[in-house]
T-cell receptor, first 115, second 112 residues
Framework: DGGITQSPKYLFRKEGQNVTLSCEQNLNHDAMYWYRQDPGQGLRLIYYSQIVNDFQKGDIAEGYSVSREKKESFPLTVTSAQKNPTAFYLC??????????????FGDGTRLSIL | AQSVTQPDIHITVSEGASLELRCNYSYGATPYLFWYVQSPGQGLQLLLKYFSGDTLVQGIKGFEAEFKRSQSSFNLRKPSVHWSDAAEYFCAVGAGNTPLVFGKGTRLSVIA
């Protein structure tokens, strides 16, 4: 079955360490997204990419970096510059319609905690 | 800029009772509107979407939503709630090929 796979499900970060969250999709979707979810805050957009080798900052990009070398993959790196990384991270993907806003499909998330 | 407001942070209903979750949006043109549901520790699942046409939209799991342009609302309804409906619900708005903007969510608790 097609879907979005996020790994790992749980991740722990030490002070000063960069960590990378994986997101892979086999839906042949053009666009991919990373969101951060904190209690009571809803989903906040970190980065998104609509084509390979291109990506855009979202509302809270500081302290994060991404790459999009392949259509299927959109890894997120949480750098040491992100001082409050503890959160639930969700990856999503969608078809790029012709002016239409298509539904986003979500992975099951990665929970990142500080050691 | 687009925005979404879900006025209710937490709602508790009895099993078998009807449900309405409120969603108000801000957008200049006709938006694309979505409702998602999230169980604890999981990703979001699409319940239903509105693009155009009939303003009453049917979704999965017995949910429906009505688009009211005059009120800038897209409220989610279910006639009879089941205990398994307990979850967090998110309304989202989109326009063109820009990323969706999500509300902060409404947590639904179901009591016997």
């Amino acid at each position: 079955d097609g879907g979005i796979t996020q790994s790992p499900k749980y991740l722990f970060r030490k002070e000063g360490q960069n960590v990378t969250l994986s997101c892979e999709q086999n839906l042949n979707h053009d666009a991919m997204y990373w969101y951060r979810q904190d209690p009571g805050q809803g989903l906040r957009l970190i980065y998104y990419s609509q084509i390979v080798n291109d990506f855009q900052k979202g509302d809270i990009a500081e302290g994060y970096s991404v790459s999009r070398e392949k259509k299927e993959s959109f890894p997120l790196t949480v750098t040491s510059a992100q001082k409050n990384p503890t959160a639930f991270y969700l990856c999503a993907s969608s078809i790029m319609g012709q002016g239409d806003n298509q539904p986003q499909h979500f992975g099951d998330g990665t929970r990142l905690s500080i050691l | 800029a687009q925005s979404v407001t879900q006025p209710d942070i937490h709602i508790t209903v009895s099993e078998g009772a009807s449900l309405e979750l409120r969603c108000n949006y801000s957008y200049g043109a006709t938006p694309y509107l979505f409702w998602y549901v999230q169980s604890p520790g999981q990703g979001l699942q699409l319940l239903l979407k509105y693009f155009s046409g009939d303003t009453l939209v049917q979704g999965i799991k017995g949910f429906e939503a009505e688009f009211k342009r005059s009120q800038s609302s897209f409220n989610l309804r279910k006639p009879s709630v089941h205990w398994s409906d307990a979850a967090e619900y998110f309304c989202a708005v989109g326009a063109g090929n820009t990323p969706l903007v999500f509300g902060k969510g409404t947590r639904l608790s179901v009591i016997a």
